[in-house]
């Protein structure tokens, strides 16, 4: 499991605004490039936003899906970039000192299961995570 927390000086009930917004995705998480479209209601459980990840000109077309959502206190989703794979990320909004701890957590997820068992995996993703947290906090904070 790569987990990961952050400090952003905004309530919880921004910093869900801004996971609220399928748009917001390419600005904080790290490898989206675009957001082709969303389901109304999107962040209700069962919706899900249609996505391009990847690095430089390379891209993969996929989907995230909503598996759990309790504004504003956490947001769990299964990310989906096949042929590459699949993760499910859940974030923990907590009310701290004026302001959120943002916990991220991701484990591979579908045919990628037996990844999480590897150190590799995991070292990968919290540097990953770290700076979409960090992307995250600048977003949030920004929209003051």
């Not at 499991?1 to 000086?9: L, S």
């Not at 484990?107 to 590799?120: H, I, Q, R, V």
Request: with cysteine.
């Amino acid at each position: 499991m790569a987990r990961n927390q952050r400090y952003v000086d905004a309530p919880p009930e921004r910093v869900f605004a801004v996971l609220a917004d399928p748009r917001c995705y390419p600005e904080w998480v790290v490898g989206a490039k675009e957001i082709r479209a969303s389901d109304p209601g999107f962040p209700g459980a069962g919706t899900r936003f249609h996505h391009s990840v990847g690095v430089g000109p390379l891209a993969v077309r996929d989907h995230t899906a909503v598996l759990a959502s309790d504004p504003p206190r956490s947001l769990t989703l299964e990310a989906h970039a096949r042929p590459l794979g699949s993760a499910t990320v859940r974030l923990e909004l907590e009310p701290r000192r004026g302001g959120t701890r943002v916990t991220m957590i991701e484990d591979p997820s579908g045919c990628t299961t037996p990844l999480k068992y590897l150190p590799t995996t995991h070292l990968f993703a919290r540097m990953r995570n770290f700076e979409s947290l960090r992307r995250l906090q600048a977003l949030v904070e920004r929209r003051r």
